[in-house]
């Protein structure tokens, strides 16, 4: 009989993207959640607000990158208050490294920056990887990702998580410059689908954020709405109507 392991520590192997378009950002996830074997949460939220113009994509051990998050939000919420304006995406980025420098003032890299000096002073704990992105009015759109061990690099996209395996050659394929904002929501959806199908830690729904000069949208796309990739079975309400339903066709030759 499998061991399913209840007691696992909750794990978000995930799949994340952060993608820069013409004008903006997109940040997209899937939302499953395990504990082991077992799929804790099917409809998790990957993505989180730090700032009303900064967002940051969790993955790794949900513990860890809750606890990062809420530390950067709070920092930040002191940062705003102090600068009396909202915190740059470089500043977010940056902000842990900051830290390091008595809170000097930085920008949304620093909110990056404050996730990498805690990824970093904390590296054999802390089992987290992360992509902040946001807008400001300084740089406008910027995505920042930040691996296990605290690392700050500033990319047109980043993908993340256990799903990010089945992504590289995707990505070199259907990645282009100055896409509108259509163009690059289209391609985060179906970059996350692609690795719900083929990544087992990754599944449920997918969850979007644009986030640009007019503001943030979310939006949601059911997982029955999603692109089907080869030998995919159609959703089915039960399992029932699975065993009954005819296999996948043969490919042609």
């Given amino acids: 009989m499998m061991d399913l392991n209840l007691d696992a520590p909750h794990s978000m192997g995930t799949t994340i993207i952060g993608v820069t378009y013409n004008g903006g950002v997109v940040l997209g996830a899937d939302s499953r959640t ?7 949460n099917r409809a998790s939220d990957k993505i989180t607000q730090l700032t009303s113009n900064v967002y940051v994509c969790r993955s790794g051990s949900a513990a860890d990158s809750q606890v990062v998050s809420d530390y950067v939000r709070y920092f930040l919420h002191q940062h705003t208050i102090h600068l009396g304006q909202p915190a740059t995406v470089k500043v977010s980025a940056n902000l842990i490294r900051m830290l390091a420098y008595n809170n000097k003032p930085a920008t949304v890299k620093v909110s990056a920056n404050l996730i990498r000096m805690l990824a970093y002073n904390n590296k054999n704990m802390l089992q987290t990887g992360l992509i902040v992105g946001g807008w400001d009015k300084y740089e406008g759109g910027k995505i920042y990702g930040i691996p296990l061990g ?12 256990s799903g990010s395996s089945y992504l590289y050659g995707f990505f070199d394929q259907a990645w282009k410059e100055n896409m509108t904002k259509e163009e690059a929501e289209q391609l985060v959806v179906k970059a996350v689908s692609l690795a719900i199908a083929r990544d087992g830690a990754s599944g449920g729904v997918v969850r979007t954020v644009i986030i640009n000069s007019e503001g ?3 939006n949601f796309y059911p997982g029955d709405k999603l692109q ?7 959703p089915q309400n039960s399992l029932l109507d699975i065993l009954n339903a005819a296999g996948p066709e043969p490919m042609a030759i």
Avoid: C, D, K, N
């Avoid at 605290?150 to 998580?161: K, L, S």
């Fill in 34 to 40: 395990s504990t082991g074997m077992y799929v804790a």
């Fill in 228 to 234: 089907l990739w080869h030998e995919e079975l159609e």
């Fill in 150 to 161: 605290g690392t700050v690099v500033e990319q047109p996209f980043a993908i993340g998580g």
């Fill in 216 to 218: 943030v949208t979310r």
